[in-house]
């Protein structure tokens, strides 16, 4: 009777356990990124990465934080190093729209100065290009007013 008990109770732990990360899962965290001095987040969003291994893509799923610097990239699950990406505005050359699959309409791509690109899909992509580009138009006015 006491191993029942006991069985049942772990059980009901390990249930409980899962119902918290679900629910912890669906929240924004936008304190787990790191700010710079003077930098802070316009936009928190749940997103993807798409990363290409092996010619395959996998999705990295995570969170966003669109600041006044920096476009960051936070996978949910840390427990095993993670995955965090972190695109300077000075360094973009492009943004460009893309599908995920092939299919759904729903990515972009950033190209950086360095060659490397990155694939990320968010709903309503949109919203977030034109934040990315608005936000790289300011920062060159402000360059060039600065010299």
Do not use: C
């Not at 924004?28 to 290409?52: A, C, R, S, T």
């Not at 969170?63 to 427990?79: H, L």
Request: proline share 1%; charged share 20%; glycine share 8%.
């Amino acid at each position: 009777m006491l191993i029942s008990f006991l069985g049942q109770a772990i059980g009901f732990l390990i249930f409980i356990g899962v119902i918290v990360l679900i629910v912890k899962s669906t929240k924004l965290h936008p304190e787990q990124f790191e700010l710079m001095d003077g930098e802070e987040i316009i936009k928190n969003v749940k997103g993807d990465y798409w990363q290409k291994t092996l010619g395959q893509e996998t999705q990295n799923s995570g969170e966003f934080a669109f600041t006044n610097k920096r476009v960051m990239f936070r996978s949910m699950f840390q427990w095993f190093g993670g995955l965090n990406i972190t695109i300077s505005y000075n360094e973009i050359v492009s943004v460009e729209k893309a599908n995920v699959k092939g299919i759904m309409p729903v990515a972009f791509i950033i190209n950086i100065v360095n060659g490397e690109s990155y694939k990320f899909a968010i709903m309503k992509r949109d919203i977030y290009i034109d934040l990315i580009n608005s936000i790289i138009q300011k920062t060159k006015e402000e360059n060039a007013q600065a010299q």
